[in-house]
């Protein structure tokens, strides 16, 4: 997600960060890299100068010249006035002080409007609200099957009338039929049109005046750059939209739309689209944004997705087995199935702090069917083959590779790696009361790193190669532990190497 954008003004800036004293024309360097990085990005010519002048205008201010890291301190600059170019903060929906709020999406065909429907539908769901979507597209082939399987998916009601009504009557008559159900939010799912066109405009303005609704929600493809701002701005004009939704946003390796379109339509970025898995909306945060495009990591949204995803309590039990050395393979494997809740794994790495700057990333694999072959391989032993691994014999090995559909190869390599963690943790855990320290637990997590070419998983636990990783994911780290939880060891002698 915005790689290409990220990745030039890390470089841009990464010059500035090793300098102790800052002059102008280190600022100005920095600066013209910056230009040329957002132009890349295909973010908005006036906008661009508008926002570097900023960020010159500050850098060269006596609030870097005190610093003792003037370098640090013109990142932080750039981060704050990233953040303040998306929209500054977080912006809600506004929702109807007499049910049912009516929210009306409306954009081109391609946009994917009707997942966006779905997935904000389920949104609603999650936070106990009774949504109701109302199928308005009768143009589009299959566009109303399509919401109707969406919607059995997610268990949300959907209301139609067929391709031959009125769109304006069917936004309207979806209305009444949200009263008569008790629903208290409706989202109309509007026709789109593969191009701006006037009667596609026209008749949206007619179902906003039969509904009334709360909010207009514009949903544009973030792939599509400059398009898609100049997509809002027209919509803008002839419908007054009071918010977007980003959708594709991580496939868009430019990030042009994300950082123009508050700037250039006023609108705020509501909402962010990940995917064709029907998965909640995200709410957009222009802050984490900007840190992770800063190469900063968003370990606020990867601690809210655990906090979602991850069972608490089995978590806690987790811990216990860690810390005591007694976990089985059933453990892993219900470990590797609540990390998999958490999404894609490259999507939950690149929320780490630095995991951008981890050696070979480039080269790293992280299709998560891998993931669903180690869960295979460990279904397909006995309950005492998983409790106790060391009676894997070739044999057994054999029947479990013929039933994973692997090689006997990659069975060795899961319970190898598997011991390795294991002896790694007693060794950390030996002489402490059965506890062990964060630096024993990133020793362990370093010994199954990685899972070779069967896992794919890099070695986050090398923090030699991970720059602020230690430092800022240990801050969250510890703030979400029990005190007590993570004793600190501090050893002033080096061990030697073997």
């Not at 109302?134 to 067929?162: M, N, T």
């Amino acid at each position: 997600m915005l790689e290409g954008l990220s990745n030039s003004l890390q470089k841009a800036l990464g010059k500035l960060k090793s300098k102790g004293k800052l002059t102008a024309e280190d600022v100005q360097s920095a600066m013209r890299e910056v230009r040329l990085a957002l132009l890349a990005a295909d973010v908005n010519v006036k906008v661009v100068k508008e926002f570097v002048d900023r960020v010159r205008n500050r850098a060269v201010g006596q609030e870097v010249q005190k610093s003792l890291t003037p370098g640090q301190q013109v990142v932080k600059i750039v981060y704050e006035e990233l953040t303040e170019l998306m929209g500054g903060t977080e912006s809600r929906l506004n929702l109807a002080a007499k049910p049912p709020t009516v929210i009306m999406l409306a954009g081109l065909q391609g946009a994917g409007k009707t997942t966006a429907a779905a997935k904000l539908a389920l949104s609603f769901l999650e936070h106990s609200h009774r949504p109701l979507l109302v199928a308005a597209d009768i143009y589009r082939p299959a566009a109303i099957q399509q919401l109707q399987v969406l919607g059995k998916q997610i268990d949300v009601s959907v209301y139609d009338e067929g391709t031959t009504a009125n769109p304006v009557d069917i936004a309207a008559h979806g209305r009444e039929e949200a009263v008569r159900q008790g629903a208290d939010v409706v989202i109309i799912d509007t026709a789109g049109r593969l191009h701006i066109d006037d009667d596609l405009m026209a008749e949206l303005e007619r179902v906003k005046e039969a509904v009334d609704p709360s909010e207009i929600l514009l949903v544009v493809d973030a792939m599509t750059g400059q398009d898609a701002v100049h997509v809002a701005e027209t919509f803008h004009e002839r419908l007054n939209i009071t918010g977007v939704v980003l959708t594709k946003l991580d496939g868009d390796t430019r990030g042009g739309a994300a950082l123009t379109v508050r700037a250039v339509t006023g609108c705020p970025i509501k909402f962010v689209g990940l995917g064709e898995k029907i998965e909640p909306l995200e709410v957009f945060h222009p802050s984490r944004l900007a840190s992770r495009i800063l190469g900063m990591g968003d370990m606020l949204s990867l601690i809210e997705k655990a906090q979602q995803n991850v069972d608490l309590e089995q978590a806690k039990e987790m811990e216990k087995k860690l810390r005591n050395a007694d976990f089985t393979l059933d453990d892993f494997r219900n470990q590797l199935q609540q990390v998999r809740k958490l999404g894609p794994m490259d999507q939950i790495l690149k929320m780490l702090p630095g995991a951008n700057k981890l050696k070979g990333i480039e080269n790293v694999n992280l299709d998560d069917s891998r993931f669903a072959r180690i869960e295979a391989i460990i279904s397909s032993m006995t309950p005492a083959e998983r409790a106790n691994p060391t009676v894997m014999n070739a044999s057994r090995r054999r029947r479990v590779a013929n039933g994973s559909g692997v090689a006997v190869r990659d069975v060795n390599q899961v319970l190898n790696q598997f011991s390795q963690m294991k002896q790694m943790m007693k060794r950390f855990s030996g002489g402490r009361g059965g506890k062990m320290g964060r630096r024993g637990m990133m020793g362990a997590l370093k010994s199954m790193g990685g899972l070779g070419s069967l896992g794919g998983m890099p070695d986050l636990a090398g923090a030699d190669n991970v720059e602020g990783l230690g430092s800022m994911a240990s801050a969250e780290l510890d703030s979400f532990t029990a005190p007590g939880n993570q004793p600190r060891h501090h050893n002033k002698k080096k061990k030697k190497k073997k």
